[in-house]
């Protein structure tokens, strides 16, 4: 389970937590809270993608759920990029 929360993070940090043992004391914090804001999240089959913003600029990453290591996704261009929905069951 990928979970954003504000708690001691004001522009959100993101948990994961074993869907078998949903426990945010013991959660796995993926992305720390930092100057970037968290804008959404989704999860797919291969990954997690995650919209984070700085200043007016939004940045696509995506999180493999085997190495959960955040990976820039090339955007045609510099400015806004959102998640609206993830299909975890479609091919990537």
């Known amino acids: 389970i990928y979970a954003m929360s504000a708690k001691s993070a004001p522009r959100h940090r993101l948990l994961r937590m074993p869907v078998n043992a949903p426990d ?3 959660a796995e914090v ?8 968290l804008v959404g999240v989704a999860g797919a089959r291969d990954a997690a993608y995650v919209v984070k ?3 007016p600029v939004m ?3 995506r999180l493999p759920h085997a ?3 955040p ?6 261009f ?4 959102g998640v609206l929905n993830a ?3 479609a091919p990537r």
């Open 24 to 26: 945010l004391s013991s």
């Open 30 to 37: 993926l992305v720390p809270a930092s100057d970037e804001v």
């Open 53 to 55: 913003r700085r200043g």
């Open 59 to 61: 940045q696509l990453m």
């Open 67 to 69: 190495n959960p290591q």
């Open 71 to 76: 990976q820039p996704v090339p955007l045609p």
């Open 78 to 81: 510099e400015g806004s990029a």
């Open 87 to 89: 299909d975890p069951a």
